[in-house]
């Protein structure tokens, strides 16, 4: 009997990768790939990357699922409009990351003539117009509707704001010949989040236009499908491991870090609520599945950006490096942002690097407690997601895969005393994709669930030891 194989695809912005999985073993048959060539055909970096697999394996297996992603071109490029700032604006912000998106620009209260100008001439890939609860505000996304549509918007609009209004809303996008599709409200009712419709439309949308836009449909008949952007297919993967199948257990709430040249990406899957009694949630609730981009920690395009970040001084006494040496490295990769590290000290400069981008990015994407004074005397309130009772941390990305100090890098997302109020992993088992096995596992997770969950339990790996666990006097946990 033939064993079911499935070809994965991932058109990125430099490389078009694949990987060939055996489904029954649910392991890696092969890995290619190939230049993108999605700015002339994309069936040329194709080629070449399927040359590249079919060299390893001697001759290409008749596949039996052939399934694509992409962040091609810079990804999935958005811009949401909400009404405020802290709540309908941010929960459309929040589904737009969780789809995959890039996100562009984030916009609240009513727009002017100049600001749909500006907007129009960011040309993004998709807009998001949310605004006002279902019964609540309709003027504003109304009048939203309105300077967009005059702006002449070049994209499709995605209308996940006041139900009341969206068909009306809609109707203006429409008699200005702009694409426009409805979903569900992203807050239906104050202090409520609801983003996986406006996930869903943004994901068909995706499929529909943008794959055209980016090229990639030039080489539709030789895949089933462009399914999702990769980012969304690496949360996706994330999803499945943490909810499990009738085949395998579910891992539970876990967090992904995507180390990357340009961003540091944080996914959580999980609920974030309280852990400990006596605690008041506050502010807008956060998405079981959350995405977070930090597009000034990328390990090369914002090299310099990160030390700021963290300050030059502490910079240096945690790398070991005097500030002089630290400028002539930040200066290298400047002059050269496809730069590798070709000796030790290079390396250990970009694993201080990389320690300092995730720790931050971590920072910024878990909840904190504030004590607060009230009537009653201090409460703690707490705002965000509280990640410290998670027990899996997955790190993926180049520098976490091939460097020398993934176990390092990745301690970086641990609870820190210094800094209690972040509610950060306490005692998690830190793992790492080597096999950049996530985006395959998500693309499998509805056309073969438990095949992508054997492959990623046979490709994602424990790390070792955790380094910061002496400081905190237990073992990691296992």
């Given at each position: 009997m033939t064993a079911e194989t499935a070809l994965l695809i991932d058109f990125g912005s430099t490389y078009t990768k694949l990987r060939a999985i055996d489904l029954d073993a649910g392991t890696i048959l092969g890995a290619g790939q190939g230049p993108s060539t999605v700015t002339s055909d994309v069936n040329v970096g194709l080629d070449a990357a399927l040359c590249d697999l079919e060299k390893q394996l001697g001759v290409l297996p008749d596949f039996t699922h052939r399934l694509a992603s992409s962040s091609a071109?810079?990804?999935?490029?958005?811009?949401?409009?909400?009404?405020?700032?802290?709540?309908?604006?941010?929960?459309?912000?929040?589904?737009?990351?969780?789809?995959?998106?890039?996100?562009?620009?984030?916009?609240?209260?009513?727009?002017?003539?100049?600001?749909?100008?500006?907007?129009?001439?960011?040309?993004?890939?998709?807009?998001?117009?949310a605004g006002g609860t279902d019964g609540g505000n309709e003027e504003t996304i109304r009048w939203n509707a309105e300077k967009l549509a005059a702006a002449k918007l070049g994209c499709p609009v995605i209308v996940a704001g006041n139900r009341v209004a969206a068909d009306d809303v809609a109707d203006t996008f429409r008699d200005a010949g702009i694409d426009v599709r409805i979903c569900g409200n992203v807050m239906p009712e104050f202090n409520v989040l609801?983003?996986?419709?406006?996930?869903?439309?943004?994901?068909?949308?995706?499929?529909?236009?943008?794959?055209?836009?980016?090229?990639?449909?030039?080489?539709?008949?030789?895949?089933?499908?462009?399914?999702?952007?990769?980012?969304?297919?690496?949360?996706?993967?994330?999803?499945?491991?943490?909810?499990?199948?009738?085949?395998?257990?579910?891992?539970?709430?876990?967090?992904?870090?995507?180390?990357?040249?340009?961003?540091?990406?944080?996914?959580?899957?999980?609920?974030?609520?309280?852990?400990?009694?006596?605690?008041?949630?506050?502010?807008?609730?956060?998405p079981y599945a959350k995405r977070t981009v930090e597009g000034d920690l990328g390990m090369r395009h914002n090299a310099r950006t990160i030390v700021e970040t963290v300050g030059l001084e502490n910079f240096a006494d945690e790398s070991g490096f005097d500030a002089e040496t630290i400028e002539s490295f930040l200066?290298?990769?400047?002059?050269?942002?496809?730069?590798?590290?070709?000796?030790?000290?290079?390396?250990?400069?970009?694993?201080?690097?990389?320690?300092?981008?995730?720790?931050?990015?971590?920072?910024?994407?878990?909840?904190?407690?504030?004590?607060?004074?009230?009537?009653?005397?201090?409460?703690?309130?707490?705002?965000?997601?509280?990640?410290?009772?998670?027990?899996?941390?997955?790190?993926?990305?180049?520098?976490?895969?091939?460097?020398?100090a993934p176990d390092e890098i990745l301690s970086a997302v641990l609870f820190d005393p210094a800094e209690a109020a972040s509610l950060r992993p306490k005692r998690p088992k830190l793992m790492i994709d080597s096999a950049y096995a996530l985006y395959a596992v998500g693309l499998l997770a509805g056309v073969a669930p438990d095949a992508a969950l054997r492959f990623a339990h046979n490709n994602i790996a424990a790390a070792a030891a955790n380094p910061k666990d002496e400081h905190h006097g237990h073992s990691p946990a296992a």
């Open positions: 071109a810079g990804g999935l490029a958005m811009i949401t409009v909400g009404l405020v700032k802290e709540l309908t604006a941010e929960a459309a912000r929040l589904a737009a990351l969780g789809a995959g998106a890039k996100l562009i620009g984030a916009h609240a209260y009513k727009l002017t003539e100049k600001d749909a100008a500006a907007i129009a001439a960011q040309a993004p890939d998709i807009l998001l117009l609801d983003v996986e419709p406006a996930r869903a439309a943004i994901r068909d949308v995706f499929i529909e236009r943008i794959v055209h836009a980016k090229g990639i449909d030039k080489a539709e008949a030789r895949f089933d499908a462009v399914l999702m952007p990769t980012p969304a297919a690496v949360m996706e993967g994330a999803r499945l491991l943490a909810e499990g199948s009738d085949a395998y257990p579910a891992q539970g709430p876990l967090i992904v870090v995507d180390v990357g040249g340009a961003t540091t990406d944080i996914h959580s899957i999980a609920d974030g609520e309280a852990t400990e009694g006596g605690v008041i949630q506050y502010g807008l609730p956060e200066a290298a990769i400047e002059a050269d942002v496809e730069r590798l590290p070709s000796n030790d000290d290079e390396t250990r400069f970009d694993t201080a690097l990389a320690c300092a981008a995730v720790g931050r990015a971590m920072v910024r994407h878990a909840g904190r407690i504030e004590i607060k004074q009230s009537v009653t005397g201090p409460v703690t309130v707490q705002y965000g997601k509280d990640l410290t009772k998670i027990e899996t941390v997955i790190g993926t990305g180049g520098v976490l895969v091939h460097g020398d």
